[in-house]
C-alpha cells in the first residue's frame, strides 16, 4: 500500500546537536511538506518542496533545513540554531493542485523528538 | 492572529450522542479539511470540501463559504470516535503556496461508553 513512512517515531537530541528526521513516500507526489505541532498549538509550516531540488521556507525555518534530491524523500534536519526542538514532527505529501482542483495531503505518523 | 478557529476545544460525549465540532475561519479559501489525528500521532484525512455537504459512515461536514463556516458532524458516537479533530483551510489566495494549509489548533474528543 502507497503511504509516508517517518522514522524514526522517537527521537532524543543531546544539546548542540544536530538531528535528521526521516520522510519517504511512495505516493508519486510532487508536493512534501513538512510541519510542526506543539500542545495546544495547530500544525504550522516549517519547509515545503514542490518539485526536486527546489524548497522553500515556510513560517518557521528558523534553525531548520532540509533537501529534496529524490522525489520521495524530503529529510529534515533539526540544527542546533533552533533553540526549543522538542515538538511533534509531522511529513505530508500531495499532488500540485491543478487549476481549480484540489488534492488532500497525507500525513506520516510523527516523529517525536525530545532534547536530553 | 489564527487564520482558523475551532471550537469546543474539548468534548466530552457519552456513547450515541450526536457530536458537532464547528471550524470557523477568516480567509477566502479553495478547501477544507477535515482531518483525525489518532492518540499516537498520525494524522488521517477525512474530508476535503469546498462547498456543500459530505457524508461517509457516521460521519457528516458541511460548509457555509459565504459565512466562513464549517461544521463535522458524528452521529452515534462511539468510543472510536476518541481523537483530535483538526479543521484546516487551503486559501485561495494566488500568492499563497500552492497546497499548503492553515490549521485549527483542534478539538479533543472524549467519547465514554
Known amino acids: 500500500d502507497g503511504g509516508i513512512t517517518q522514522s524514526p517515531k522517537y527521537l532524543f537530541r543531546k544539546e548542540g546537536q544536530n538531528v535528521t528526521l526521516s520522510c519517504e513516500q511512495n505516493?508519486?507526489?510532487?508536493?512534501m511538506y513538512w510541519y510542526r505541532q506543539d500542545p495546544g498549538q495547530g500544525l504550522r509550516l516549517i519547509y515545503y518542496?514542490?518539485?526536486?531540488?527546489?524548497?522553500q521556507k515556510g513560517d518557521i525555518a528558523e534553525g531548520y533545513s532540509v533537501s529534496r534530491e529524490k522525489k520521495e524523500s524530503f529529510p529534515l534536519t533539526v540544527t542546533s540554531a533552533q533553540k526549543n526542538p522538542t515538538a511533534f514532527y509531522l511529513c505530508a505529501s500531495s499532488s500540485i493542485p491543478g487549476q481549480g482542483y484540489n488534492q488532500p495531503q497525507h500525513f506520516g505518523d510523527g516523529t517525536r523528538l525530545s532534547i536530553l | 492572529k489564527n487564520e482558523v478557529e475551532q471550537s469546543p476545544q474539548n468534548l466530552t460525549a457519552q456513547e450515541g450522542e450526536f457530536i458537532t465540532i464547528n471550524c470557523s475561519y477568516s480567509v477566502g479559501i479553495s478547501a477544507l479539511h477535515w482531518l483525525q489525528q489518532h492518540p499516537g500521532g498520525g494524522i488521517v484525512s477525512l474530508f476535503m470540501l469546498s462547498s456543500g455537504k459530505k457524508k461517509h459512515g457516521r460521519l457528516i461536514a458541511t460548509i457555509n463559504i459565504q459565512e466562513k463556516h464549517s461544521s463535522l458532524h458524528i452521529t452515534a458516537s462511539h468510543p472510536r470516535d476518541s481523537a483530535v479533530y483538526i479543521c484546516?483551510?487551503?486559501?485561495?489566495?494566488?500568492?499563497?503556496?500552492?497546497?499548503?494549509?492553515?490549521f485549527g489548533r483542534g478539538t479533543q474528543l472524549t467519547v465514554w461508553p
Open positions: 518542496s514542490q518539485i526536486v531540488n527546489d524548497f
Open positions: 505516493l508519486n507526489h510532487d508536493a
Open positions: 484546516a483551510v487551503r486559501p485561495a489566495d494566488r500568492g499563497s503556496t500552492l497546497g499548503r494549509l492553515y
